[in-house]
């Protein structure tokens, strides 16, 4: 995947693509839940299904995973609170805004569940 080195970065923070998440899909361990969280949410932006299959912790990864949908534009990220169970499982709230085709926007609100195993963070699932 080519992306100009200048690009902001999808998921909102205020640094280019590959100071941030970009380095996550490089192969840099993400610091925190946080950090994976983000860095999975520009992987849906730039449809980058191998590492959010990379990211998704082996008890709950589907078998395959589809991120192209025709017209599907992810339009910003929001992360809201998100806490420690632990020093190895921790929360993210966030809401994503996307447009599909020339439609109206949605918005996935999602509080999703993070673990730590071997020094790397995985993504678990949503909560309820």
């Given at each position: 995947m080519?992306?100009?080195?200048?690009?902001?970065?999808p998921?909102?923070?205020?640094?280019?693509?590959?100071?941030?998440?970009g380095?996550l899909?490089?192969?840099?361990?993400?610091?925190?839940a946080?950090?994976?969280?983000?860095?999975?949410?520009?992987?849906?932006?730039?449809g980058?299904?191998?590492?959010?299959?990379?990211?998704?912790h082996?008890s709950?990864?589907?078998?395959?995973l589809?991120?192209?949908?025709?017209?599907?534009?992810?339009?910003?990220?929001d992360?809201?609170?998100?806490?420690?169970?632990g020093?190895?499982?921790a929360?993210?709230?966030?809401?994503?805004?996307?447009?599909?085709?020339?439609?109206?926007?949605?918005r996935l609100?999602e509080?999703?569940?993070f673990?730590?195993?071997d020094?790397?963070?995985?993504?678990l699932?949503?909560?309820?």
């Amino acid at each position: 995947m080519s992306i100009d080195p200048k690009t902001p970065c999808p998921c909102g923070r205020s640094c280019s693509y590959v100071d941030c998440c970009g380095r996550l899909h490089a192969g840099a361990t993400a610091d925190d839940a946080e950090a994976l969280m983000r860095s999975r949410y520009s992987a849906y932006v730039l449809g980058n299904a191998e590492y959010l299959m990379t990211t998704w912790h082996p008890s709950t990864r589907p078998e395959s995973l589809d991120v192209d949908e025709p017209g599907l534009k992810w339009l910003g990220l929001d992360v809201k609170p998100h806490w420690n169970d632990g020093p190895d499982r921790a929360g993210v709230e966030f809401v994503a805004r996307y447009r599909v085709g020339g439609g109206k926007a949605g918005r996935l609100h999602e509080r999703s569940r993070f673990v730590r195993e071997d020094g790397r963070w995985f993504y678990l699932d949503a909560e309820g």
